[in-house]
């Protein structure tokens, strides 16, 4: 079983810049791929990046390339979404997902988060 937590969300201008945190709980962390999806309102959840357990591949969705990094930290427990030049599109519910498997996947997340909320302004 894997425990969730994010962190970091918050209301932020068009342009600026917020770090998620996501830590997990569990000795097995660096066994499992991650990713950060999105949720906005009247909208599906999205996939939004991905990491791999060793944290030698990224995925990210088209909208955010060359603005949002998706790292991890092991020792920690705890993956990262460096998120900058925010736009108002990027308003939304961001939860941190992890898989059962070591490799990316944009599908197939087992264990969820409860989200932090993203509020970017015009």
């Known amino acids: 079983q894997v425990q969730l937590v994010e962190s970091g969300g918050g209301l932020v201008q068009t342009g600026g810049s917020l770090t998620l945190s996501c830590t997990a709980s569990?000795?097995?962390?660096?066994?499992?791929?991650m990713a950060w999806f999105r949720q906005a309102p009247g909208k599906d959840r999205e996939f939004v990046a991905g990491i791999s357990a060793g944290g030698g591949s990224t995925d990210y969705t088209d909208s955010v390339k060359g603005r949002f990094t998706n790292s991890r930290d092991n020792a920690k427990n705890t993956v990262f979404l460096q998120m900058n030049s925010l736009k108002p599109e990027d308003t939304a519910v961001y939860y941190c997902?992890?898989?059962?498997?070591?490799?990316?996947?944009?599908?197939?997340?087992?264990?969820w988060g409860q989200g932090t909320q993203v509020t970017v302004s015009s």
């Open positions: 997902a992890a898989s059962s498997r070591a490799t990316i996947s944009r599908y197939g997340y087992n264990y």
């Open positions: 569990g000795r097995t962390f660096g066994w499992y791929a």
